[in-house]
């Protein structure tokens, strides 16, 4: 059995800082920054929440570019627990949620193994964000009763098989992380009989000024992001609940 860890007085928060604007951190998460003297931020986390920041906070980026971590994982780990042990309170800050598609679960061990427990502060997630932001429900009773939080980022293997299988039928699926891996995602999709004609958006910078959608079918998208140059962040939402869309803009008129 492995040896107890001692317990350390800290205040350790892992914070989801929302999906883009600033507008959309949380009351809670904001009176965290402010409490803290450190404070480390990912590359999806808008810079503009900085400023509750103490003055004289000691602010660590430690984002990403091109998928690239520029600091790896572990030594973002070994990172928090260094200023865990320097300062009293310590704020991580995570894009959209820290607990989907955000490693906040193995910081959060990391951080257990040394001792220090984390007080975890949700964020809204991308997902739920893009949609609301596009006026797109992503459950309806009439189009979709479930939702599937997908990745399209494939760590190793590339094996996109996993999306050949999805039934959308009465579902709807937000992909993560997919923008890149788009021609390879529909390919698998388009497998199933009749998939092709499913609708899809995607959401490139969501509740930013920069926001932009596209709108097409499994057997078109790949042609239009190209046309338009769709870039991350994005996000891809597949399902019949893009009808409804069509829906409001014809009841609208
Ligand atoms: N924890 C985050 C997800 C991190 S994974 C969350 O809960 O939202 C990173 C992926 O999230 C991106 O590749 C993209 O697919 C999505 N994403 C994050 N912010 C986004 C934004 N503002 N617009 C579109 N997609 C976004």
Same mark, same amino acid.
């Given at each position: 059995?492995?040896?107890?860890?001692?317990?350390?007085?800290?205040?350790?928060?892992?914070?989801?800082?929302?999906?883009?604007?600033?507008?959309?951190?949380?009351?809670?998460?904001?009176?965290?920054?402010?409490?803290?003297?450190?404070?480390?931020?990912?590359?999806?986390?808008?810079?503009?929440?900085?400023?509750?920041?103490? +003055?004289?906070? *000691?602010?660590?980026? /430690? @984002?990403?570019?091109? @998928?690239? &971590?520029?600091?790896?994982?572990?030594? !973002?780990?070994?990172?928090? /627990?260094?200023?865990?042990?320097? $300062?009293?309170?310590?704020?991580?800050?995570?894009? @959209?949620? +820290?607990?989907?598609?955000g490693r906040g679960? #193995?910081?959060? %061990?990391?951080?257990?193994?040394?001792? $220090?427990?984390?007080?975890?502060?949700?964020?809204?997630?991308?997902?739920?964000?893009?949609a609301a932001y596009?006026?797109?429900?992503?459950?309806?009773?009439? $189009?979709?009763?479930? !939702?599937?939080?997908?990745?399209?980022?494939?760590? %190793?293997?590339?094996?996109?098989? %996993?999306?050949?299988?999805?039934?959308?039928?009465?579902?709807?699926?937000?992909?993560? =992380? @997919? /923008?890149?891996?788009? &021609?390879?995602?529909?390919?698998? =999709?388009?497998?199933?009989?009749?998939?092709?004609?499913?609708?899809?958006?995607?959401? #490139?910078?969501?509740?930013?000024?920069?926001?932009? /959608?596209?709108?097409?079918?499994?057997?078109?998208?790949?042609?239009?992001?190209?046309?338009t140059q769709i870039?991350?962040?994005?996000? !891809?939402?597949?399902? *019949?609940?893009?009808?409804? =869309?069509?829906?409001?803009?014809?009841? =609208?008129?």
């Open positions: 059995m492995s040896q107890p860890v001692e317990k350390k007085e800290k205040k350790i928060y892992l914070i989801g800082a929302g999906p883009g604007d600033p507008k959309l951190l949380t009351l809670k998460a904001i009176e965290a920054i402010q409490a803290s003297q450190a404070i480390l931020y990912d590359q999806l986390v808008n810079p503009d929440v900085l400023q509750y920041a103490q +003055p004289g906070a *000691n602010l660590v980026f /430690v @984002g990403k570019k091109k @998928g690239k &971590h520029i600091i790896p994982q572990d030594d !973002i780990n070994k990172l928090l /627990v260094e200023l865990a042990g320097t $300062y009293d309170t310590v704020s991580r800050l995570k894009g @959209g949620d +820290p607990f989907i598609f679960g #193995e910081e959060l %061990e990391h951080l257990a193994i040394h001792g $220090y427990s984390c007080e975890v502060i949700p964020g809204i997630t991308s997902a739920a964000a893009a596009i006026g797109l429900p992503l459950t309806h009773r009439n $189009y979709s009763s479930q !939702i599937i939080f997908i990745t399209g980022h494939k760590k %190793e293997d590339g094996d996109y098989s %996993e999306f050949t299988s999805l039934d959308l039928h009465d579902k709807t699926a937000v992909i993560y =992380m @997919g /923008v890149t891996a788009l &021609h390879e995602i529909v390919r698998e =999709m388009c497998r199933k009989e009749g998939n092709c004609e499913l609708p899809i958006a995607i959401i #490139e910078n969501a509740t930013l000024p920069s926001q932009r /959608v596209i709108r097409g079918t499994l057997g078109n998208i790949v042609e239009i992001a190209s046309h870039t991350p962040p994005a996000l !891809i939402i597949i399902g *019949n609940i893009i009808k409804f =869309m069509d829906r409001i803009e014809e009841v =609208m008129k």
